[in-house]
């Protein structure tokens, strides 16, 4: 995207996950690195000479990782990659097409990042899309020139050669979203103007060698038949059928965990989470009893959370599971504690102690199965350093397992979160443990302002029972990326029958995101919002006030601390 908002840096300081399993895995990566094992990259889920394969070739849009999945919503295989990636590393999975994505810089300055050279040798297909479109107008010969008019926003497309592939069953007229201050001054020879917008003669230009841009985001929702373009490309462009399924994908990785583990040991550790849940149904389904999953309750979890984990993985899944109740130990550990950093090391610390203690009880392990997501391995890839090391620097944990010898197990790493639910249900998860809101994994803690107590353990978790009950029965629960109760520090003097109260201060916080990097507060109906503070003064003792938290994220955090 050019000139838009710079791509946003997450805070070093703070975690920026989206799921508590990621916390748990990092903790258990970081011990295996100190430790001095390095881990061993799982081989691929699905042949590649198979998979149809899009590259996007990233050049540091926002919107590059929308792309990928939006690809991927049309069943076709899609990795991002950065636009200096060797060809040797891209080889290997067979592309059959490239997206040039957008991003930040401008084609005639003097260090301006340029599509590799092997992409127009390839003779593949190409998408270039805002800032790519202008790259491969500028290395294909024809001219780029900053833009008198910037178009930032709304604007509609009119057609004119409603017969290219690309625009296969879409509106003569339809709104697009404009993001750009620079400008196609002449076409590349072979080229020619396929749609314009009011500001935009060339808005879309193509050739006959398959070779299109855009100059508009067809992968933000903003541009409603952005997605059919994006499938025209992939299917009528490059040729694709579609074969990216995620049955096709369960039976491939299936037989390659088995494979993989041969007659060897998994040890998973369980969150409750979706990422953590996945994993293990999916190693239990390949190896079964090889998997000894260990469950540890830090005494930070929400009401009936033990329970009901233990009920799906024990009970219904028959899996070996090792429950370990160390909430003592945690909240012995968090005593005094107001720091949020702290917490979240306090946390991350006695759980690797817990973690080791158990799995040195199993006697030899040979794999350590984490859910680990592809956002998280974009994450890591593109900002040149993996994404465990940043955490650990925040993080720096202390007691770690020591002699550990493990490969590592991860399943999930090509799927986008709406995949791995997706995975969960053709497995059988149920649908309320596929669905869950992200958690985080320090829990609790961090949703109490101030020291961490039993009691004021019991006040948030009842404050929280209520605010989920109600979400639920509003039906709004999965239409919101998180929605929870927040106990803060502060007391107010309230009034119940004829006595005065002075009692604690409840935060209702509930977003909606696409990836917690950035979220809006939810406008939750009114009545939604009485029913939670009514039911929260009346039934949750010590509580007196309930407010809403109207503020966006940035410029604040979904987490209160
Ligand atoms: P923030 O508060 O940074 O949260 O906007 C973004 C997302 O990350 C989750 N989060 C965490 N997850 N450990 C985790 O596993 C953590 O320390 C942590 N802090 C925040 C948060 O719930 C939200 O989904």
């Not at 990259?41 to 926002?62: H, L, M, N």
């Not at 592939?165 to 709104?175: E, H, R």
């Not at 006595?499 to 696409?514: C, D, F, H, K, N």
């Not at 003792?541 to 109207?550: L, Q, S």
Request: proline share 6%.
């Amino acid at each position: 995207m050019n000139k838009g908002k710079p791509k946003q840096i997450p805070n070093e300081s703070r975690r920026v996950a989206t799921s508590g399993d990621i916390e748990v895995s990092t903790y258990l990566e970081i011990a295996k690195e100190i430790s001095g094992e390095q881990p061993i990259a799982p081989k691929e889920a699905i042949s590649p000479a198979e998979r149809e394969t899009i590259i996007v070739i990233d050049f540091g849009s926002q919107y590059s990782m929308l792309i990928a999945r939006r690809i991927r919503e049309c069943q076709v295989y899609c990795e991002l990659l950065s636009y200096d990636t060797p060809w040797k590393k891209i080889a290997p999975l067979n592309p059959r097409g490239f997206i040039l994505s957008g991003g930040p810089a401008s084609v005639y300055q003097p260090d301006a990042p340029l599509a590799p050279t092997y992409i127009y040798e390839s003779h593949l297909p190409i998408l270039g899309i805002c800032y790519g479109m202008q790259v491969l107008t500028h290395q294909l010969g024809g001219q780029v020139s900053p833009g008198t008019k910037q178009e930032y926003g709304h604007a509609i497309l009119h057609l004119s050669d409603v017969d290219s592939p690309l625009f296969a069953d879409l509106s003569s007229s339809s709104p697009v979203w404009m993001s750009h201050g620079d400008k196609i001054e002449e076409m590349p020879s072979g080229f020619r103007a396929l749609a314009y917008t009011e500001n935009s003669p060339i808005a879309v230009m193509g050739s006959d060698e398959g070779i299109f841009g855009l100059q508009f985001h067809p992968e933000v929702a903003h541009t409603p038949e952005g997605k059919t373009i994006l499938k025209n490309f992939a299917y009528r462009v490059c040729g694709c059928q579609g074969n990216w399924t995620m049955g096709n994908f369960i039976n491939d990785s299936l037989a390659r965990i088995k494979k993989q583990v041969g007659k060897g040991k998994v040890v998973c550790a369980l969150s409750g989470g979706v990422d953590s849940a996945v994993v293990a149904t999916f190693i239990h389904r390949a190896i079964g009893d090889q998997l000894t999953c260990i469950f540890v309750n830090n005494g930070l979890l929400r009401r009936e959370e033990v329970e009901r984990t233990f009920n799906v993985f024990r009970l219904n899944l028959g899996m070996n599971i090792i429950y370990v109740d160390a909430s003592e130990r945690f909240l012995n550990r968090l005593k005094g504690v107001t720091d949020p950093e702290t917490k979240r090391k306090v946390v991350g610390e006695e759980f690797i102690k817990v973690f080791e203690e158990e799995a040195s009880k199993i006697g030899k392990v040979d794999f350590l199965a984490q859910g680990t997501l592809y956002p998280d391995v974009i994450e890591s890839a593109l900002s040149g350093s993996r994404a465990s090391a940043k955490i650990k620097t925040h993080h720096n944990v202390g007691g770690l397992p020591t002699k550990m010898t493990l490969n590592l197990l991860e399943p999930l790493r090509n799927l986008f979160k709406d995949e791995v639910r997706q995975v969960g249900l053709e497995l059988g998860l149920p649908e309320e443990m596929v669905w869950r809101q992200p958690f985080p994994g320090p829990g609790l803690a961090i949703r109490i302002i101030g020291e961490v107590t039993k009691e004021k353990l019991e006040i948030l978790r009842s404050a929280d029972w209520i605010v989920m009950n109600e979400i639920k029965k509003a039906k709004l629960y999965r239409q919101l990326w998180q929605s929870f109760a927040i106990l803060t520090d502060v007391k107010s003097v309230g009034v119940m029958g004829d006595y005065r109260t002075y009692g604690y201060l409840v935060a209702i916080r509930a977003v909606t995101s696409e990836d917690a990097m950035t979220a809006d507060w939810s406008r939750l109906p009114y009545d939604v919002l009485a029913r939670i503070s009514n039911r929260i003064v009346n039934e949750v003792p010590g509580v007196n006030r309930v407010v809403y938290d109207i503020t966006s994220k940035p410029p604040s955090t979904i987490e209160w601390e």
